[in-house]
Structure formats: structure tokens, C-alpha cells
């Protein structure tokens, strides 16, 4: 197992984290008939997170998962929105319509979490991806200091693997 694949395996579970403490109900996604190949990447979504209803209302849809570990996020996601139609984002929304894929680095950009998120839901193949922190997702109701708090462990955790 190299390096990058435990990292992405470290951001998946700190990701499930974030999602249980925030108050969600974590399962395995829904109609998972068989792995989408894309390219060079399979596309099974890790997790379908649900929150309980609030009062008589009825409960929020599911909302399913993809993490992924990428060192530098703003430079993948510029890469990706070239690709056009053969992008990852274009091509996994014809599967997964609202699909929400969170990345995760170590080297966020200046002012940027470890954690982003690209919600497919509202957005349009062609037009730009952009990924906005996790905490500022406001239809996930994830607060800012549950994401800081797993930043500091994502941080202490990756620089242990590194010895940095």
C-alpha cells in the first residue's frame, strides 16, 4: 500500500467522522449495481449520509458521498473542468445526480479548509467546478469547529505518516 492510498483511506474515515458528529446517519449508498469506471478511477460513492427530520417536517434527502485525498485541490479541479465532457465531475453526475464528492488535502490552499466539498446537485456539466469549504456547505449543516477539529488530527496524523 503506498502512501497516497493511506491518506485517501485516513480521509475517508475522517470524513464519516465529520458527518456522524454533525449528526447524519451514515450507510452504504443505494443502487450500487456495479463500479463505474472512469478512466483511471472507479466511482463507488463511500457513504449515503442522512439527517434525522427536524420537528413535523419532512426529513432531508440522502446525500451521497465521494471522498477523495488530492495534495492540491484547486490544481485537480482545474484539470478535471478542462477535461470537458470527459471529466470525472461530468461523467459522475450522469450516475449520481447529487452526487457531493469532499476532498481532502494536506496543502490547502491560503485561507482554505483540508476539507472541500463539489456538490453536483446544482451544478451544470460545462461550467466551472468549484469547491467550497465543508463548513460553508449550508444544506450539510456541518459546523466550522467539527471541521477544525479534524483538521488539527488530520494534520498531526499525516505528518506522523511522513515524518514531518
Known amino acids: 500500500m503506498d502512501l497516497l492510498e493511506i491518506k485517501g483511506r485516513i480521509a475517508v474515515a ?20 456495479t463500479s463505474q469506471r472512469l ?4 466511482l463507488i460513492p463511500d457513504f449515503q449520509a442522512t439527517l434525522p427530520a427536524a420537528g413535523e417536517g419532512p426529513a ?10 488530492r495534495p492540491q485541490v ?9 477535461r470537458g465532457p470527459h471529466s470525472l465531475f461530468t461523467v459522475a453526475k450522469r450516475h449520481w445526480p447529487a452526487l457531493v464528492f469532499v476532498f481532502v488535502t494536506d496543502h490547502p490552499e491560503a485561507g482554505r479548509s483540508c476539507f472541500q466539498a463539489v456538490d453536483l446537485g446544482p451544478w451544470a456539466a460545462g461550467s466551472a467546478v468549484m469547491a467550497l469549504d465543508l463548513h460553508a456547505h449550508d444544506e ?13 488530527l488530520l494534520r498531526r496524523m499525516f505528518a506522523l505518516l511522513t515524518g514531518g
Open 14 to 33: 475522517l470524513v464519516e467522522s465529520i458527518f456522524r458528529r454533525a449528526g447524519f446517519t451514515l450507510a452504504p449508498p443505494v443502487a450500487v449495481e
Open 140 to 152: 450539510l449543516r456541518i459546523f466550522r469547529q467539527n471541521v477544525e477539529e479534524h483538521e488539527a
Open 74 to 82: 484547486g490544481q485537480y479541479l482545474l484539470i478535471e473542468s478542462q
Open 60 to 69: 432531508p434527502a440522502p446525500c451521497v458521498v465521494e471522498v477523495r485525498y
Open 39 to 42: 478512466g483511471r478511477e472507479d
